[in-house]
């Protein structure tokens, strides 16, 4: 199942800052949360990358490096990259940590990135975006894309690209703001159909989404996009939700986990060819902890299938499709080191291989990311000791 790793000098990544956790109903009065956040933003690690593949096959890494986020291209997969080109020339601080991580997509000759500009007020930021018209050899000048320019949260950006234009969805407190009764925050989205020239007015998808967990985003069949995030449902229950723009939301996960807190821990999508949705999600719920998978074809759905040793942390699922071919990949920690583990189905989801170990490090590690191109899915696995792991997932 595992073909060649190719891994980079971890000296090339440079760890200047991270996302905070953000407590629900936090308020004046309590804890510092912006003295936290500060020390926080000062002095965690930024390991969070993004990478895709472009439709020649050629690989695009984004990393933040200080307070630039560079962009390069591989043409042998992962050997060897080009010299790095700085998206933002002016500095600014990047989320590049776990939920929060820059976005990159390539359609044509034209390079887009998004990420989050995390601000001084504690979990506050924008919603950043730039994109290339030249192949990536220069960006034009960053855009704001959230048009609620308050010092709140605007954060956990996610992209999607494709022919028919540039979507942008993230997490978004402008309509709770100074109503402590709103229960957690909203998911909000942003359009361009100009090759990211111009974005059309913000839109809100869903409120009472949860506050701090990265949002799936992923092209329904034809093309519509398709969103996958936590959401709260009833006073306080954390489960999933998918929904296309523009659509209501169905719930996808009935686990009916209760917390009075955001969990930091989202959930991940792919469309299959079919126009089946494979989602896979942590829960915290007693009746079923841990990882789950399952497939939803219309308003049917699997039962879910649970993955991954609890004892081990398991968490930070992804999912990828190609064919009839579905990759599930997760993070575990042994005590002594993180390791990556994927399981492989040929059949939609419906019957799974065992378990296998595709790498680990004993230092800090990003959490997993599943790209496709050159004809296989690819493991993109950022680790602090180790560097950049790519490795190609074949059958």
């Not at 899915?377 to 950049?388: E, P």
């Amino acid at each position: 199942m595992v073909g060649a790793i190719v891994t980079l000098l971890a000296g090339c990544l440079i760890a200047t800052g991270a996302a905070a956790h953000e407590p629900a109903g936090h308020a004046a009065g309590k804890p510092d949360f912006s003295r936290m956040w500060q020390e926080r933003l000062e002095s965690a690690p930024r390991l969070a990358v993004a990478a895709t593949f472009d439709a020649n096959g050629r690989l695009w890494l984004a990393r933040t490096v200080g307070k630039q986020l560079q962009v390069s291209h591989s043409d042998d997969a992962g050997l060897h990259f080009s010299p790095a080109v700085a998206v933002n020339r002016e500095p600014e601080l990047i989320s590049a940590d776990g939920e929060a991580r820059p976005a990159i997509a390539v359609v044509d000759q034209r390079v887009y990135l998004s990420w989050t500009q995390p601000l001084p007020q504690a979990f506050a930021g924008h919603i950043r975006f730039a994109a290339s018209a030249d192949g990536g050899a220069t960006f034009a000048e960053p855009l704001t894309i959230n048009d609620n320019r308050q010092a709140i949260t605007h954060r956990f950006n996610a992209m999607l690209a494709n022919e028919h234009g540039v979507t942008l969805a993230w997490i978004d407190k402008r309509d709770g703001d100074g109503q402590p009764a709103y229960r957690g925050a909203a998911i909000y989205t942003a359009q361009s159909t100009d090759g990211g020239r111009s974005f059309a007015a913000n839109r809100k998808l869903a409120d009472h989404s949860c506050e701090c967990c990265r949002i799936g985003l992923a092209a329904d069949r034809d093309g519509t996009p398709l969103a996958f995030w936590r959401h709260i449902f009833g006073r306080n229950e954390r489960d999933f939700a998918i929904a296309r723009l523009g659509e209501p939301l169905q719930r996808a996960s009935t686990d009916g986990w209760a917390i009075d807190a955001c969990p930091h821990h989202g959930g991940s999508l792919a469309v299959d060819e079919q126009g089946g949705r494979h989602i896979a999600w942590f829960t915290g719920a007693a009746k079923s902890p841990g990882l789950h998978y399952r497939r939803i074809d219309g308003e049917r759905m699997s039962v879910p299938l649970s993955f991954g040793d609890l004892d081990a942390q398991a968490g930070h699922p992804a999912v990828a499709t190609a064919g009839s071919d579905i990759d599930l990949v997760w993070r575990e920690f042994d005590g002594r080191e993180n390791r990556i583990v994927a399981i492989h189905s040929a059949d939609r989801g419906q019957t799974w291989s065992k378990p296998m170990r595709l790498a680990a490090t004993a230092g800090a590690a990003d959490d997993p990311l599943l790209i496709n191109g050159r004809g296989a899915i690819w493991l993109i696995w950022n680790t602090a000791d180790n560097g950049l792991k790519i490795v190609r997932l074949d059958t």
